[in-house]
């Protein structure tokens, strides 16, 4: 396609006459805004068939402009905050604005003009009031299926064309009437028919409330009063992100190298992932110049819809925290304009067309890990250590010959957060962009010939810091009948950064049970075959420990041990605390003393790797720090 269009051009702030808004006014359609956002979303995850959106809530709803602005959106999975814009220019590109009309209902999901990754199908519908475009209700939601050459999830498609079906701007509906010939295209190419109409039906009906909501609007103040009031709010959201911005000292702030496990085919080749983050008077730029380049997988990031949001994502979790804020800060276009991205042409995280771009969600983590690490250094009250930062996003498939469909079951696995100051890294949550709720395991014992037989916290040590690292979960789910496994997954070798003395994490692995024996697999897997009883074991990572673990309070390191998040032998070596093993009682001289000797002996630098004095269940790792294997004691 040579006539893709240059990405990642904001379109600025808006052209159309404006007028006044008292402040009583604006503040009601302020709150109505973000009142259709979340209603929409409200409708879109009740209505849906597919635990993916009805039970993880992966999914964005809100209205746009008629240039992709975003007036509001739902507080939905973060990763969508902010990709909706690019897929309405994307198919701008296609449809010209003269040509929509009423009723239109358009779905789109390219890659390369403005959608997050394939399987993110976004549906829209124009908002046309007395004869002029005002803008758009749209939603995006991760669809079982996209007729790919793997079920579900497929890490190492060849090229975007292998990965799924395209719909570039195309009318699902023209003025209300079903196209049929394209309705059976999209749903015979699909292995879950039933679930993936059922699922865009949804959508559909989420984008006609939120137009019809506003509709409602439009009829009460005009729209002159309404569009300008999302304007203001759009200009009020960018100058409270900008004065949160100026208070940081101009510079350029450095993350240390990450790296990704691998592409998903070229095994041990690790990915780098260099991230800068340059302050300069009221704005941020993210410079990843230096990543890793462009992999022949599905491992690789759409630009628009993926990197950019993870950019927005990172800064405003930072800077925009509600509870330290006097009150939140609406989400909306403003926010997007103080942000900047860096991304050489032909790297991971900016591909060449047609490179494959299916996988794209551990890279963005990353980045926005790499994001906070790098602020740390001006804002540490505002960070946390190193997160998981990752998922195993896994897919579940089988075949039913009397449906002639496939059964398929998508799961998001919770890491965790690292420790931040104050408090210690929460556990078994879905972190930073993912944020999805998880799969409760009677969703999958009704509606799957599987079974969770282990869902639980991991048995290996939260990481020692002042305040402690969270930790990840082990879940092991056990196919009943043959089926494939695949998942897209990451931070198998590169644990979660500590902080100020922390300790890091610990990394994820993922093991295939067959019988009474088991096969550590890589974080990627494409298609693997499974027999009946066989069960897919899923380890997620522990996060970074924050601060000097010399400093936490004994009473903590006690309740570490009763809670099992520490041990005796770690509270000694990496605490400093001597702890009775028969009474738990601390004893405080020898404490003192210890604690004293620690200190020297560690001097200010130092950084703790847990893997090195944790028992973990056959497996190898590499230091962040050296690069070099780290052979834990088993």
Sequence with gaps: MADLPEVGINPGKPTRKRVKVDPITLRVLGGAFDAI????????????????????????????????????????????????????????????????????????????????????????????????????AAVTAHVLDVGGSYPGINADAFDMYAESKIYNGLKWYEEGVLNEDLDRMVFDNVRTETMNRGDMEAMKAACILGRDRFYRLLEKYGADTCMSAAYDWMDYSEKRLRDEIKKLPDGVY??????????????????????????????????????????P????????????????????????????????????????????????????????????????????QRVVDNTIVALSKVVPDLVTAGNSAAIHFCSYAGFIPEKGEYWLYLEVNEGSYG???????????????????????????MRFPMRTERYELRDEPAA?????????????????????????????????????????????????????????????????????????????????????????????????????FTTIELARDAYGVVVDPKTLAVDQAKTKRLRAQLQKKRGRNFQGELLSLVKLPHRMAVSPHTGKAVAAKR
């Design 37 to 136: 956002a979340q209603e929409m979303a409200g409708v879109l995850f009740r209505m849906s068939y597919s635990s993916i959106i009805r039970e993880s809530e992966d999914l964005g709803a809100g209205l746009f402009d008629a240039d992709g602005r975003e007036l509001c959106e739902s507080e939905s999975t973060p990763m969508h905050i902010g990709s909706l814009p690019w897929y309405i220019r994307g198919f701008l590109h296609r449809i010209d604005k003269s040509d929509l009309k009423e009723d239109d209902v358009i779905i789109h999901n390219h890659p390369y003009l403005g959608a997050s990754h394939t399987p993110d199908i976004a549906v829209a519908v124009p908002i046309i009031w007395k004869g002029e475009l005002l803008g758009f």
């Design 254 to 295: 450095t993350s240390p190298t990450a790296w990704l496990d691998d592409d998903g085919r070229n095994r041990d080749v690790r990915l780098r992932v260099e991230t800068k983050v340059i302050v300069k008077g009221d704005h941020v730029t993210i410079d990843l110049t230096g990543s890793n380049a462009e992999v």
């Design 297 to 364: 997988t599905g491992y690789n990031v759409p630009f628009e819809g993926s990197l950019l949001v993870a950019a927005y994502f990172a800064i405003r979790t930072i800077l925009l925290d509600q509870d330290r804020l006097d009150e939140p800060v609406p989400q909306n276009d403003g926010i997007f304009r103080c942000v900047d991205v860096i991304a050489p042409k032909g790297t991971i995280f900016n591909p060449n067309f047609p490179r494959a771009c299916f996988s794209r969600f551990n890279q963005c």
């Design 419 to 445: 420790g931040r100051k104050g408090r210690d890294g929460m556990d078994s949550v879905d972190c930073l962009m993912a944020n999805t709720r998880n799969n409760p395991i009677e969703e999958l014992d």
């Design 464 to 564: 020692p810091g002042q305040w402690r690292g969270g930790v990840g979960i082990v879940r092991v789910n056990r196919f009943l009948e043959p089926g494939a496994y695949s998942c897209e997954g990451d931070r198998h070798r590169d644990p979660p950064r500590g902080i100020f003395g922390g300790y890091d994490g610990l990394p994820a692995m993922v093991r295939h049970h067959q019988g009474r024996s088991f096969t550590e697999i890589p974080a990627k897997v494409t298609g693997l075959m499974c027999e009946a009883g066989d069960a897919i074991e899923l380890i997620e990572p522990n996060g970074g420990g924050y601060g000097n673990p010399l400093k936490r309070d004994p009473k903590l390191v006690v309740e570490d041990i009763l809670d099992d």
